[in-house]
């Protein structure tokens, strides 16, 4: 080998390796980017969930065992027609004024931990911790909030506006109850926990437990 072939397989080498070493540094640059990204990701959806989203999935849940403790094969309450069913505690209070011996009574409500398990406080607390809900969840917590709350004024006085929040507002919660229950099961998956595979698809959530 002379002195110019021994240049020219010099400056192959080393052209060679300079590419190898540019294409090296963009596959590990690559890879550390999308390794972060993964992390990133992990580390938020756990965030979503240990904030609000294990919150939302267990009020969805008190839900679900109302479904199946007050189903039965005469009556069913089913997802669509019923998709969030919540329990109203009220006391009935009879009182007589003894000067005219007139019977009064009141009728209140009984705010608890059960009771607090709402339609509108589902929303509500969407709302409020919307820094860990999704987009779409969001938008469709918001809207239900305008309708519960436009609906309870209108008191079907005006009966197609009427008609039109009811049914919105029981479009709106099933979508919700949905939503949350496939995000939090897909949220679950991303951090490596258990999860349901037919909740994440569905949004339905398995109540079979109660059953067993």
């Known amino acids: 080998m002379d002195l110019q072939d021994s240049i020219g397989l010099a400056a192959f080498t080393l052209i060679v390796t300079f590419f190898s070493n540019l294409l090296f540094n963009y596959i590990k640059s690559k890879f550390e980017w999308f390794t972060d990204k993964k992390k990133f990701k992990r580390e938020r959806e756990f965030d979503q969930l240990k904030h609000l989203y294990f919150k939302l999935y267990g009020m969805v849940a008190q839900s679900e ?11 069913e309450y089913s997802i669509v027609d019923f998709p969030f069913l919540e329990l109203e505690r009220k006391v009935t209070k009879r009182l007589t004024d003894l000067k005219t011996g007139k019977l009064n009574i009141n009728t209140e409500e009984i705010t608890d931990t059960f009771s607090n398990f709402s339609k509108l406080n589902l929303a509500e607390l969407i709302i409020e911790n919307s820094h860990y809900a999704s987009q ?22 005006i009966e197609t506006i009427s008609d039109k929040l009811k049914t919105e507002e029981l479009l709106l919660i099933y979508k919700i109850v ?4 496939k995000e939090t099961n897909s949220m679950m998956k991303t951090c490596g926990f258990s999860y349901n595979q037919n909740e994440e698809q569905s949004g339905i959530m398995d109540y079979t437990i109660y059953k067993q």
Do not use: H, P
């Open 178 to 181: 949905l939503m949350v229950v």
């Open 65 to 75: 065992y109302l479904r199946y403790f007050f189903s039965s094969e005469q009556k």
């Open 136 to 157: 779409d969840l969001i938008k469709l917590a918001v809207g239900y909030r305008f309708c519960n709350n436009l609906y309870l004024k209108e008191g079907g006085t």
